[in-house]
Each structure stands twice: as structure tokens, then as C-alpha cells.
């Protein structure tokens, strides 16, 4: 059973659309995050999430993006006017505490932009 | 631009034999190394960490990481075809906000097919 499961799984959307990524923790999870991996390229960093703020986000993460933990158990990530650029696996990711034990990854959305 | 280098591979070596995978960092603060098994379409699964110079053991696999030389391998020991996969390192990165960061840089991962 996984620990953090990420809906949809797949999405296919029209360029310009906007498209939400959800994540649902079942721990109790602390610091949450996004990342992305395009197709044969390495998993990068998007934005991190604490205490209901984000922490830091990264080059990728423009005002297309923003994230939220509206209801605190729900942390999704909307694309506002997506571009084809942004297909790809996208990856919500939570840790508990210490930074030495490591990161649970939830189980992906596969975003295709058309 | 703080990098993790790793050779992608592939990397192909027979059933029973030991899988031997590098990766490289570029910042000398990094703290915490994790190594991340990743079938193709999934997420990425940990399978070890590891902050101390030396070995850690856990069943079939060996991390080494030597924090002078920038250096953490992974080693799989008896290889099974269900090993079979791309396997991530990855580098804690404080990042610019301190202590609430901590998020993770990878490598590009090193493809690793074991065949019977």
C-alpha cells in the first residue's frame, strides 16, 4: 500500500489548459515537495512546502505554477496555462523529520501536454 | 549549480554476480547520500541512505561513501533480474532557506540489466 498516493495517475491535457496535481500523504507527513523528470532526463527539483508556506522553489517553478495544502491533508500543484514543455512525470514527495532518512516518493502523475 | 554525476550506463552483468554503481558530488558540505531504484514509468523507490564515511550494510546491498574523495557507490551483490532498473543517487541540498529545506539533487542514474 503505498504511503503517499498521487492522482490522476495520467493526464492528458490541451496546451493552455490548467491541470491540478493532487497528493494525499497518510503519515503525517512535514515537509512535502514536488519534482518533475522529463522523459530520459534526471528527477529536478520543483518547489518544498512547510508549515503551509513554501520553502523554496526552483529556476522551473515560474507564476505558472503554485501549490497548496488547502484542506491540510490534500497538497496539489497547479499549472495554470500549461505549455508542451511541461509533460512529464511529475512526483509529490514528503519526508518526516530528520534530512538523513530520506525522502518517500508518491507514486507519479504522467502529465501529457497536447 | 551544485551536480551529481553518475555514468548512465548500461551497466550489464550476469545473474549472481555484484552490480557496482558510482555517482560523484560536486559540493564537499553535502551531508547525506541516498540511493533510489527507479523501474521505468514508477517513482522512485529508496532502497539505501547514508551520511558516514565507510561502509552500510543491508542485506544484498553495500553503500560506500568516501566524503574526501566526493565519492558514493552502491554495490548489489548477487544480482537478481528483478534488480533490473535505473538507479538514482542522490545529494541532500540544504538549499538557500536553511533548515527547512533539504531538498534532493539527483544524478541522472545508471541503467543496471541483469541478465539469467
Known amino acids: ?114 | 549549480q551544485k551536480e551529481v554525476e553518475q555514468n548512465s550506463g548500461p551497466l550489464s552483468v550476469p545473474e549472481g554476480a555484484i552490480a557496482s554503481l558510482n555517482c560523484t558530488y560536486s559540493d564537499r558540505g553535502s551531508q547525506s547520500f541516498f540511493w533510489y531504484r527507479q523501474y521505468s514509468g514508477k517513482s522512485p523507490e529508496l532502497i539505501m541512505f547514508i551520511y558516514s564515511n565507510g561502509d552500510k550494510e543491508d542485506g544484498r546491498f553495500t553503500a560506500q561513501l568516501n566524503k574526501a574523495s566526493q565519492y558514493v557507490s552502491l554495490l548489489i551483490r548477487d544480482s537478481q533480474p528483478s534488480d533490473s532498473a535505473t538507479y538514482l543517487c542522490a545529494v541532500v541540498d540544504i538549499g538557500g532557506s536553511g533548515g527547512s529545506n533539504y531538498k534532493l539533487t539527483f544524478g541522472k542514474g545508471t541503467l543496471l540489466t541483469v541478465n539469467p
Open chain 1, 1 to 114: 500500500e503505498p504511503e503517499v498516493t498521487q492522482t490522476p495517475s495520467h493526464q492528458v491535457t490541451q496546451m493552455g489548459q490548467e491541470v491540478i496535481l493532487r497528493c494525499v500523504p497518510i503519515s503525517n507527513h512535514l515537509y512535502f515537495y514536488w519534482y518533475r523528470q522529463i522523459l530520459g532526463q534526471k528527477v529536478e527539483f520543483l518547489v518544498s512546502f512547510y508549515n503551509n508556506e513554501i520553502s523554496e522553489k526552483s529556476e522551473i517553478f515560474d507564476d505558472q505554477f503554485s501549490v497548496e495544502r488547502p484542506d491540510g491533508s490534500n497538497f496539489t500543484l497547479k499549472i495554470r496555462s500549461t505549455k508542451l514543455e511541461d509533460s512529464a512525470m511529475y512526483f509529490c514527495a514528503v519526508r518526516t523529520g530528520s534530512r538523513h532518512y530520506g525522502y518517500t516518493f508518491g507514486s507519479g502523475t504522467r502529465l501529457t501536454v497536447v
